[in-house]
Nanobody, 117 residues
Framework: QVQLMESGGGLVQAGGSLRLSCAAS????????MGWYRQAPGKQRELVAT???????NYADSVKGRFTISRDGAKNTVSLQMNSLKPEDTAVYYC???????????WGRGTQVTVST
């Protein structure tokens, strides 16, 4: 099992910045992909950004150029720097990791990000 602990959510004005962090613990051997998803009220959970063990990144079009994902493999942490935040970025953000041969997925409990106008 992998346990994920997220931190860094909160309330920010439009145009502001927040940094989310996620620390993985437990059976962290062979973590392949780490990333962030988000779910706004009434909407489906969507991918925000992912980063592979080799450092390759993938971003949703809606956050490209504003968000940056990074990873510390030694500490098993993944972070999401969010700049130029918009009200439509308001959502619960979930940390996600995939590990092992079959890419078993694990989820954090989520952290609320609210962007006010």
């Amino acid at each position: 099992q992998v346990q994920l602990m997220e931190s860094g959510g909160g309330l920010v004005q439009a145009g502001g910045s927040l940094r989310l962090s996620c620390a993985a613990s437990g059976n962290t051997f062979s973590i392949n992909l780490m990333g962030w998803y988000r779910q706004a009220p009434g909407k489906q959970r969507e991918l925000v950004a992912t980063i592979s063990s080799g450092g390759s990144t993938n971003y949703a079009d809606s956050v490209k150029g504003r968000f940056t994902i990074s990873r510390d493999g030694a500490k098993n942490t993944v972070s999401l720097q969010m700049n130029s935040l918009k009200p439509e970025d308001t959502a619960v953000y979930y940390c996600n990791v995939k590990r092992g041969l079959y890419d078993l997925a694990y989820w954090g409990r989520g952290t609320q990000v609210t962007v006010s106008t």
